[in-house]
Structures are given as structure tokens and as C-alpha cells.
């Protein structure tokens, strides 16, 4: 057994929270998000955050080191985006790999020094993989609904690339997160296992959802039930939520993932609801309060933070969890899918 899910069976343990929103904090420029390297870049690259990880690696690494001095156990690197899909907005394709392993290895130096300094609070790295601006299950356009933007091939190949420069890059489990299309996420976990099987490794996994609206369901029209059973043939470290709603939103949707699955569960939700300007306004300790819920009823395993949170959050919840002992994994046994 691994020393990570030794410690799932132990203690709640915590996600960072965002990276965009600590960027932002820092008002970079056009200039400094091209530095010297792509001074003369053709397109304009203000707003690829990833990019930073090459051009501005101090303050990635500021930022990582916020978040593990907040309490977080587990640090996401910043390569959202950093498919050749995302990437073409800029014409970066070709960088794909670097941004991943780069990205990847400020995350996993950082991590490897506050192990050090306290090895009895061992720190992780996840390899952020996030959905792509792509969808392989809907049409873009409402007057051909037959229509897809991108393939499931091409989609397995972007998430391939980036997975590699991960790995290469040092971290410890890959994070399929804000999977708001089932069939995106299925391209990265089928790239995933080919890659595992060719390396012979086998690196953790974790999968997390994200519930766009009331209704409960995906931006794919999947319940959170569906959801869980559409990617249950993947072995995973974890299946959770985050992004879109607020702690207090995630409940239910959290209680049916809790019900009807024996692996671990993680959330890591916006700090609130965004506000009429976009901004999220929810402060560390209201985001908190409204997380206890999960904790009182013993719903999950891993918890941090997205859009709008920042290492007060992330030491909001580190003061909170402690008092609570994680889900039960292994129970409940799958239920699987009922027929009426």
C-alpha cells in the first residue's frame, strides 16, 4: 500500500486552491508573460497562465510554496491548459511537453523540500489535467447537432503528449479534473492506462467532475450518478467534484458520489458563487462553515479549493478538517446501475 492512501485511510487531506486567482495578484504585464524567450512571439500570450511556468517560474513557485505553508498536502501543477488543444490559441503547440515537465518539476521540487523539513506531513504532486476548450460528445453548433469540434483520437493524443511531460516532470498522481464532458475525460483516462502499461507504473488517479448548474447534471447532460459510472472502469485514487458551485451547492451531489462508490472522494470547490462581475467573493472562513457539512456527514476524503480561493482558504479548511476522521473507503460496496 502506498504511503498516499495510507494517509486517505487516516486523515482528511488537503488540495491547494487556485492558481489563476494568486496570478492575478501579480498584474503581469504582455511583457512578462513573454519574457526573453518569446519576446518576438507573433501572437499575443497575456492570459496563458501556463506559460508563466517558463517565463515566470518564480512565482509559480511563490505560489506553490503559499499554499504547502497554508497546510495543503497535495499541490496541483499549473498546466491546466497546456494541451496542444489549449495551447493552439497561441500557437504553443510545440512547447506541450516542456510546459508539462517544467511545470511539474517546480511543483515537485517545492513539494520534495517541505517533505523534508517535515517528513511526517509528506507532500504530493498532481498533475492538473484539465478538460480541454473542446467538446467530444456535443456539437458546437446548434444548427448541425451532428457536428463535433474534435475527436476522441485527437483528444487522446493531446492528453498523451501532456501526460508524458508530466511524469518525466516528477509527480506522484495525474488530476482529471473539471470534467464537464464525459468522453474528454474517457480520452485522457484511456491515455492515461496506455501510458502506465507501456512504463509499467502505476501512478494514482484521480478523476473530479464539475456540476455546471442547479439541475444537477454536467455540461453533458450527466447526472452525478451517471458521471461515477461512466468512468468506474478506471482504477481511481479518488472521484470528486469541483469548480462551478459553491461548497453549499456540491452537497447533494457529493452525498449520491458518497452512496454509491467504495473509492476515496475529493471536492474542491469556488469560493462561493461568482458575483455579478465574475469575482468570488466568499471569505476563507464562510467557505469553511460551509464545507463542515461534508465533514459532519463523513463525506469525503480529499478537500481544497478552485476559482476564487487563495492559501487563507486553503489554511481555513486545514484548521477545520483536522477535527473531523475521513469517509470510510471501501464502504459502501458499488451499487452499480439499477434497472426499473
Known amino acids: 500500500m502506498s504511503r498516499l492512501t495510507e494517509l486517505l485511510k487516516e486523515r482528511i487531506l488537503l488540495l491547494?486552491?487556485?492558481?489563476?486567482?494568486?496570478?492575478?495578484?501579480?498584474?503581469?504585464s504582455e511583457e512578462d508573460f513573454r519574457g526573453e524567450r518569446f519576446r518576438d512571439w507573433p501572437q499575443p500570450l497575456q492570459g496563458n497562465?501556463?506559460?508563466?511556468?517558463?517565463?515566470?517560474?518564480?512565482?509559480?513557485?511563490?505560489?506553490?510554496?503559499?499554499?504547502?505553508?497554508?497546510?495543503?498536502?497535495?499541490?496541483?501543477t499549473n498546466t491546466f491548459s497546456s494541451t496542444r488543444i489549449g495551447m493552439a490559441d497561441y500557437g504553443m503547440e510545440e512547447l506541450v511537453y516542456e510546459l508539462n515537465y517544467e511545470s511539474a518539476r517546480i511543483a515537485s521540487g517545492i513539494a520534495r523540500e517541505f517533505t523534508a523539513r517535515e517528513p511526517d506531513k509528506p507532500r504530493f504532486v498532481a498533475g492538473s489535467i484539465?478538460?480541454?476548450?473542446?467538446?467530444?460528445?456535443?456539437?458546437?453548433?446548434?444548427?448541425?447537432?451532428?457536428?463535433?469540434a474534435i475527436s476522441f483520437e485527437e483528444l487522446r493524443l493531446a492528453y498523451r503528449e501532456q501526460v508524458e511531460g508530466l511524469l518525466d516532470g516528477g509527480v506522484d498522481m495525474l488530476l482529471v479534473e473539471t470534467v464537464f464532458d464525459t468522453l474528454n475525460a474517457k480520452a485522457a483516462l484511456f491515455a492515461i492506462e496506455e501510458l502506465k502499461e507501456e512504463r509499467q507504473l502505476d501512478i494514482p488517479v484521480m478523476v473530479s467532475g464539475t456540476i455546471t448548474d442547479a439541475s444537477g447534471r454536467t455540461l453533458s447532460g450527466q447526472t452525478a450518478e451517471a458521471f461515477l459510472i461512466s468512468v468506474s472502469h478506471i482504477p481511481m485514487l479518488s472521484v470528486g467534484f469541483n469548480c462551478a458551485l459553491g461548497a453549499k451547492?456540491?452537497?447533494?451531489?457529493?452525498?449520491?458520489l458518497s452512496s454509491k462508490t467504495a473509492t476515496a472522494i475529493s471536492a474542491h470547490p469556488n469560493a462561493g458563487l461568482p458575483n455579478a462581475f465574475g469575482k468570488?467573493?466568499?471569505?476563507?472562513?464562510?467557505?469553511?462553515?460551509?464545507?463542515?457539512?461534508?465533514?459532519?456527514?463523513?463525506?469525503?476524503?480529499?478537500?481544497?479549493?478552485?476559482?476564487g480561493t487563495t492559501p487563507e482558504h486553503i489554511k481555513a479548511m486545514a484548521s477545520l478538517?483536522?477535527?473531523?476522521?475521513?469517509?470510510?473507503?471501501?464502504?459502501?460496496?458499488?451499487?452499480?446501475?439499477?434497472?426499473?
Do not use: W
Open 49 to 76: 497562465n501556463d506559460l508563466l511556468s517558463l517565463t515566470q517560474p518564480r512565482a509559480i513557485a511563490e505560489i506553490h510554496r503559499k499554499y504547502l505553508e497554508a497546510g495543503a498536502d497535495i499541490l496541483e
Open 321 to 340: 478538517i483536522k477535527e473531523y476522521q475521513p469517509r470510510k473507503i471501501g464502504q459502501p460496496e458499488p451499487t452499480g446501475i439499477h434497472h426499473a
Open 280 to 307: 468570488y467573493d466568499q471569505s476563507p472562513e464562510e467557505m469553511a462553515s460551509e464545507m463542515k457539512e461534508y465533514l459532519e456527514k463523513g463525506l469525503v476524503n480529499i478537500v481544497g479549493g478552485c476559482c
Open 130 to 148: 484539465g478538460p480541454t476548450n473542446r467538446t467530444a460528445s456535443m456539437s458546437p453548433d446548434v444548427n448541425d447537432p451532428g457536428f463535433r
Open 16 to 28: 491547494d486552491g487556485a492558481m489563476g486567482t494568486m496570478l492575478q495578484r501579480y498584474k503581469f
Open 249 to 256: 451547492q456540491l452537497t447533494p451531489h457529493l452525498e449520491v
